[in-house]
């Protein structure tokens, strides 16, 4: 069974925020989207966004929520991986990884993203993503994998919860 994360209303509002501030960045350093599909940009970075929060959630780690130049960086930093999420709105959506040169993460993440529930599809290392057929887009050069060829997010190790310190501990 694929995970799923239910967004809060605080965390759907902090998407939505630092999707506008690195929108504005990036648009500013004249970097490009590499968005599959006719959704506005905002659309796709909002999507993004919320993915990366909810697998942050999910594997128990603090979401980077720096606001930078983010063309080729990683999401997230997880048992000493960098981790790339990536989102779609597309329930039968594939992973699309960059095929530019540059940093590349250790493991792709995708996510099926609705408006609060964020589906985890599953998860692809870096190496075995870089042996697709890199394929032009409308907006770049991509590596589009089916989900059906992604691993599953329980295949990937995850500590365990109970290790994990929460705002309660302490209090009786």
């Given at each position: 069974m694929r995970p799923v994360v239910e967004l809060t209303i605080?965390?759907?509002?902090v998407a939505h925020?630092?999707?506008?501030?690195?929108?504005?960045?990036?648009?500013?350093?004249?970097?490009?989207?590499l968005k599959a599909g006719p959704q506005d940009v905002m659309t796709t970075e909002v999507v993004g966004v919320k993915a990366e929060l909810a697998f942050c959630r999910w594997a128990n780690v603090y979401p980077d929520l720096s606001v930078h130049?983010?063309?080729?960086?990683?999401?997230?930093?997880?048992?000493?991986?960098?981790?790339?999420v990536k989102g779609t709105r597309n329930p039968d959506g594939p992973l699309y990884v960059d095929a530019?040169?540059?940093?590349?993460?250790?493991?792709y993440v995708l996510a099926h993203v609705e408006e609060l529930a964020?589906?985890?599809?599953?998860?692809?290392?870096?190496?075995?993503?870089m042996?697709?057929?890199?394929?032009?887009?409308?907006t770049g050069v991509a590596r589009i994998i089916a989900q059906r060829d992604l691993r599953p997010m329980d295949l990937l190790p995850k500590p365990r919860k109970e290790s994990v310190p929460t705002a309660l501990d302490g209090v009786a």
């Open positions: 605080g965390e759907l509002s925020q630092l999707a506008v501030l690195r929108q504005a960045i990036n648009r500013e350093a004249g970097k490009v989207n130049l983010r063309a080729g960086s990683f999401d997230a930093r997880w048992l000493g991986w960098n981790v790339d530019r040169q540059g940093k590349t993460p250790d493991v964020v589906t985890l599809l599953g998860w692809l290392d870096q190496r075995t993503a042996l697709a057929t890199p394929t032009e887009t409308k």
